[in-house]
């Protein structure tokens, strides 16, 4: 029976790593392919499909599409490339997420929509119908998806029970904020808002799951300086993201020290009440070791090296997909970010082919259970569809206290 068991495993981690290896050959071409479907889909569909629009409207619908597959990539390219130039990735990014919206619902609503009009005899008036059907959702979404981005996010709550916890630290609370991603649009004045928020909540423990910005801490110290005013009656905690290693991580570990935090490099404090004991640990982005810096790496070992065994961890790992590792070392609760929930809808079908959880909590072996956040900022496109942001208030809890209703 053992051995059916670990044949099956065996299988199943052969399985995923296929998937990933697959997934990763494509991502080689998507900066190709995407941009091409991206804009001409909807093109098509909104002007070459039976709606027969007067010759200037055509052209002039078509000129705009054609100016966006090109702008878009070379937008995006000074933005984010070498030359890092803000207003650049301002026009890129903005593109990117209206055209994504654009084409999901040109293909969501306009197909079904133009194939019923065609049952039903319509003319040429009627099919026309799918073309502003079509810009009128894409309008309404990306005027509520960009609010929902720029917003301070809303307070999600739950509490978490915990098999190992003391009794002596039932009730302690773990804000949770991640993803950030101060970036080209500057969100200093937004930044501090969070920080407000947060500071109404009275954590005993504030963590930062990485993904702070996109660029140097030197570049985007001004949004990040808010964070320094975050309280805690514990510890203030923060992991590396992989977008930290896009943009001199160890600027970002240093700045976060001076501004009151504590980088949980492979290491761990402890949180320490009424007689009982909680490991907080915390380990370097996935990607850390690839970043060819000098002692940045994901070690659980290290991290956990010295706690005490029979005490329950609190583990925080930038990647949901490094539950796996936690769950094998026996953590009780991992924190992660990273996945924004997809952010713009239907993008989580991708996010879920490469990390084991989207949103919310998840059991992944006998003991540990994953808490991913939405994150509270957004990457790129200054847009959230359907991927509301959040700061998490987790409130946990010992066996010998029963849930509250």
Request: aromatic share 8%; hydrophobic share 45%.
């Amino acid at each position: 029976m053992t051995d059916t068991s670990e044949t099956r495993s065996a299988d199943s981690a052969a399985a995923r790593a296929t998937e990933r290896s697959r997934l990763r050959r494509l991502l080689r071409y998507l900066p190709l392919i995407a941009p091409v479907l991206l804009w001409t889909v909807p093109c098509w569909l909104l002007l070459y499909t039976g709606q027969r629009w007067p010759l200037p409207v055509t052209l002039a619908g078509t000129a705009l599409f054609t100016l966006g597959l090109i702008g878009m990539p070379l937008a995006m390219a000074r933005g984010h490339g070498r030359r890092q130039q803000d207003w650049a990735a301002i026009v890129g990014d903005t593109l990117l997420g209206a055209v994504w919206i654009l084409f999901t619902w040109s293909v969501v609503l306009g197909v079904p929509l133009r194939l019923a009009l065609t049952v039903a005899g319509a003319g040429q008036d009627r099919a026309r119908i799918v073309t502003w059907a079509v810009l009128g959702a894409a309008a309404v979404l990306l005027t509520w998806g960009y609010a929902e981005a720029r917003r301070v996010p809303r307070v999600r709550r739950l509490e978490v029970r915990l098999p190992r916890l003391g009794a002596g630290l039932d009730g302690t609370r773990v804000v949770l904020i991640t993803d950030t991603h101060y970036g080209p649009l500057d969100r200093a004045r937004w930044s501090a808002r969070v920080c407000e928020t947060v500071n109404t909540l009275k954590a005993d423990v504030v963590c930062h799951t990485g993904d702070i910005a996109d660029g140097t801490a030197e570049r985007r110290r001004a949004q990040a300086a808010p964070l320094g005013t975050v309280q805690a009656t514990h510890a203030r905690v923060y992991v590396t993201g992989n977008h930290e290693y896009y943009s001199e991580a160890q600027g970002w570990v240093d700045l976060m020290d001076e501004l009151g935090w504590e980088p949980l490099r492979n290491r761990h404090l402890l949180l320490e009440r009424g007689g009982d004991t909680l490991v907080v640990a915390g380990v370097d982005d996935v990607t850390a070791e690839y970043s060819g810096l000098a002692g940045h790496g994901a070690h659980l070992a290290g991290a956990l090296h010295g706690a005490d065994p029979d005490h329950p961890v609190l583990l925080l790992a930038h990647q949901p997909k490094f539950v796996d590792r936690a769950a094998a070392g026996g953590v009780d609760l991992q924190l992660s970010g990273h996945t924004h929930g997809g952010q713009i809808w239907p993008f989580h079908h991708l996010v879920r082919i490469d990390q084991p959880a989207l949103a919310g909590l998840s059991r992944h072996g006998t003991r540990t259970l994953l808490y991913t956040s939405r994150g509270t900022g957004f990457w790129g496109p200054p847009f959230r569809v359907f991927a509301p942001s959040e700061i998490t208030l987790l409130v946990l809890r010992s066996p010998q206290r029963p849930p509250t209703p």
